[in-house]
């Protein structure tokens, strides 16, 4: 418990000084030096889902998620990316015995993914050991009450949870195996997926909490060592999906920063490791509203994240995706909230997966029969998903339908870049029914585009320039 409340102290003590900083209007956030790129040098920006919180109860352990909501979601959504949940406990059901099964049941569903161009990043979750992730045979709570309450981040403060974890992490000595057999069970999925070209990456695991440990001892002594121990077994595998790597719990949620790595990437070329923390801004989640003079504490909330994770991410030498970030549509002010997060990300040119896209959740886009629902067109905005060069800024305006991209060519360098340079977009083709017009400035002879509007997607090439590039998007009128 005093754990808890030094972390709400460390957190408001941080925002204040950050409020000290920033003054009343607050400066522009500055983009992480790292970008995820391409093969040809681009900077990506991914967007998507987290698929999704109904796997956790699922006796097969998978989302319900058809390929035609994916259709729809890559359409509606435009993702490119989303994170799906994976569990121990279906990987390892018994020690030493893997579920090729299992393995086999996630596949399909990569490849389904894979078939609308969407990237897959094979998240191992967990939340409080014991709601969801370990199987049954790595919980020890040695009798020690655990419970999942209705607010589950709750249940952190419950000996038996904080236990089980002290037994994961090696706190104490009786159970040194566990690890081991996470690790391997980690080293089975890199074995079985190495040459998915659905996959994108692997999270290492989902929102480690410390148990008894003080966070910083954690993250520094047990985590690093720990990731560093994963990475180092899914290299032996798998050269070159990404991995991310996440904080512990639940601080770096609300902004505070983390003392994880450095890691080293035993690949072969440039290190392929993700900075991947969450974002939950903890005074939404005191009042579940954002509108008022509230708003402005919120806010203040999504900027400290910000600042916090882009020094995160540079201190690793990292790109940066944002992991998880949600709330229930039914809380007002919900769609402002995500605009705010969003625009926030545009200015970082930073990717995230939103939490969750389950159906039946309040939190989802969908409406429980897989039609949109009304957090659709919070989370359906225009953004840049593959940028010749570094990313400067983004911004979409949704009064006027407005999309500007700005970048610069130059000092981040493009190995494979060609001739001519491709820009990618994606814009929400319910933003332009009657079309969109583009303007590209400077604007050499021979540039041109191609918007495909079912699917929104849009492809600009211009022969390459040195210095700034600014594309504007704007809609066709009735
Ligand atoms: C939440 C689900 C909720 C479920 C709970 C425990 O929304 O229905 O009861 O998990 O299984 C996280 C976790 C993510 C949480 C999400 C929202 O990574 O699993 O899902 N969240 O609370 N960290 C902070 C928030």
Redesign the pocket.
């Known amino acids: 418990m005093q754990q808890h409340l030094r972390m709400l102290g460390a957190m408001l003590r941080a925002g204040a000084a950050h409020l000290t900083a920033l003054g009343p209007t607050g400066a522009r956030l500055a983009p992480p030096a790292r970008h995820i790129r391409d093969a040809t040098g681009r900077a990506l920006v991914h967007r998507g889902m987290n698929t999704g ?1 109904d796997a ?1 109860g699922a006796a097969d352990g998978m989302p319900a998620y058809p390929p035609a909501q994916i259709a729809r979601e890559r359409t509606l959504l435009g993702s490119s990316l989303v994170r799906l949940l994976v569990f121990w406990k279906h990987l390892e059901p018994e020690p030493g015995r893997y579920d090729r099964a299992y393995l086999d049941r996630v596949a399909a569903l990569v490849d389904a993914y894979a078939v609308h161009g969407i990237g897959v990043i094979l998240d191992l ?1 967990q ?2 050991w014991v ?2 992730g370990p199987p049954a045979w790595a919980i020890h709570t040695d009798g020690l009450a655990s419970v ?1 309450p209705d607010a ?2 709750l249940g952190y403060l419950t000996p038996g949870v904080n236990r089980a974890y002290d037994h994961f992490w090696r706190t104490n000595a009786e159970h040194p195996e566990l690890m081991s057999h996470y690790e391997q069970a980690v080293s089975v999925l890199a074995e079985r997926f190495r040459d998915h070209p659905g996959v994108f990456g692997y999270d290492l695991f ?2 480690p909490w410390p148990g008894s440990l003080p966070v910083h001892r954690f993250e520094r002594d047990v985590l690093t060592p720990f990731y560093q121990r994963l990475i180092d077994r899914i290299r032996r595998e798998d050269r070159d999906s990404w991995i991310l790597v996440e904080p512990a ?2 601080g770096a ?1 609300w902004g505070l920063p983390t003392r994880i790595g450095p890691f080293r990437d035993p690949r072969p070329g440039e290190p392929r490791i993700v900075y991947a923390p ?1 974002f ?1 801004s903890l005074p939404h989640d005191l009042r579940r509203h954002y509108r008022g003079p509230w708003k402005r504490v919120i806010d203040l909330s999504i900027r400290l994240w910000a600042r916090t994770v882009v020094r995160d991410a540079d201190r690793l030498g990292a790109p940066l995706l944002l992991g ?1 970030y ?1 709330l229930s549509f039914d809380d007002p002010g919900a769609g402002a909230f995500v605009a705010r997060v969003q625009a926030t990300l545009d200015d970082l040119g930073a990717g995230s997966v939103y ?2 896209a389950t159906p039946a ?1 309040s ?1 989802s886009p969908w409406a429980p029969d897989g039609a949109p629902g009304p957090g659709l067109d919070a989370l359906a905005r225009p953004y840049a998903r593959a940028i010749p060069g570094v990313p400067v800024g983004m911004r979409a305006e949704r009064t006027r339908r407005l999309f500007r991209l700005q970048y610069a060519a130059g000092s981040d360098p493009a190995p494979g870049a060609s001739a001519e340079e491709t820009v990618e977009l994606w814009l929400p083709p319910r933003w332009y029914p009657h079309g969109v017009d583009v303007a590209c400035s400077p604007a050499p002879e021979g540039w041109r585009w191609h918007w495909d509007a079912p699917t929104g997607s849009l492809t600009l090439h211009a022969p390459p320039v040195v210095g700034p590039r600014l594309i504007r998007v704007m809609p066709v009128p009735a």
């Open positions: 919180n956790k979750h939340d409080l709601d969801n999942v589950w981040e989902n929102e719990a639940l949620n969450h939950y998880e949600g939490w969750n959740d939190w």
